[in-house]
């Protein structure tokens, strides 16, 4: 007879390793899978995280996330680091498929995939992606010493690549669609006062320019219809997230940007033994700590569920 494991749980980061902390501690035996290339999620790509609870300093994302997996590896989470490919999320059992082929059962599954990058949608932005083109200024802000740069978005996240990119950029260009920006207001306020940074406001990229690397870009105001073309070293992307959904389309039911959808302040999806949480759900906060939260709350309420079957 086949193994049914209590819980599986699919997706890293905060969310994933937290639910895996909560679920190992109430002996639910379970399996995390990290994911074979995201493992960690976002936070791998963050520096300085200094709004985590307990980290008067400041944390380093990588530094952060593996504590958390250490964390839940302690206390017998079983880690795997591969993707899951397949799913089949009704019914009493579920059935996972992972990258090697290997098939699992079990219980209940939670769900923590989190999100990934959202691109502006031009040709020449793919084609010049890892040459000029980027979506992690930590990643790659250290290539461009010297340069001039643009950021395209006008959130928290665009305001903190563009911060982070004057440590090594000779100037850092903001572009943003509106007249005003999304962010929250400290992060507003740091990115007025660098003065390594400017805004073009109104405006949105219509082509990146370059053979073999980016040269510059391509720019229209919305307001009043102008084209012009300015040059630049690199482009980095901060305009969003969109969710890891894509393995539970026509399973678990969604709301319109392909965000899981839970039941009032629970992790419960439409389907029984299925929870979810993290940025998978979360379109609102997105943060490393609601993201915590949210995975505690997903392993105590399949922990739950389960005492109940």
């Known amino acids: 007879m086949d193994l049914v494991h209590d819980v599986v749980i699919v997706g890293s980061g905060p969310a994933g390793y937290t639910a895996a902390i909560y679920a190992a ?7 995390l899978y990290e994911g074979s290339v995201t493992a960690g999620g976002a936070l791998m790509n963050t520096t300085d995280v200094e709004n985590f609870p307990g980290f008067p ?19 017998g989470t079983k880690l795997v680091t591969d993707d899951i490919v397949e799913m089949k999320l009704d019914g009493e059992i579920k059935t996972l498929v ?27 932005e793919k084609r010049l992606s890892g040459r000029g083109v980027s979506w992690c200024a930590t990643c790659d802000g250290f290539f461009f010493r010297e340069k001039e740069l643009a950021v395209v978005g006008g959130g928290d996240s665009a305001m903190e690549e563009a911060n982070f990119l004057t440590r090594f950029a000779s100037k850092v260009v903001v572009i943003h669609r509106r007249a005003e920006l999304r962010a929250s207001k400290i992060m507003i306020e740091r990115a007025m006062a660098n003065p390594k940074i400017e805004f073009i406001w109104n405006t949105e990229v219509t082509d990146v320019l370059g053979a073999e690397k980016v040269s510059g870009l391509a720019l229209k105001n919305l307001v009043t219809g102008e084209t012009s073309e300015k040059n630049f070293d690199g482009l980095f992307v901060a305009i969003g997230h969109l969710p890891r959904s894509e393995l539970v389309v026509g399973q678990v039911k969604l709301d319109g940007e392909g965000y899981v959808e839970v039941v009032s302040r629970s992790t419960n999806t439409n389907l029984k ?23 505690c709350q997903a392993a105590l309420d399949a922990e739950r569920f389960l005492a109940g079957h």
């Open 25 to 31: 501690r109430a002996e639910m035996k379970p399996i």
């Open 57 to 75: 300093e400041g944390v380093m994302g990588p530094d952060l996330m593996d504590s958390l997996r250490k964390q839940a590896e302690k206390f």
């Open 98 to 124: 992972d990258g090697s082929g290997n098939t699992l059962k079990a219980k209940s599954v939670i769900l923590a995939m989190g999100s990934a990058y959202k691109e502006i949608g031009l040709a020449n």
């Open 273 to 295: 033994g299925v929870f979810a949480c993290g940025d998978l759900v979360d379109h609102t906060y997105r943060q490393a700590i609601t993201a915590a939260g949210s995975g």
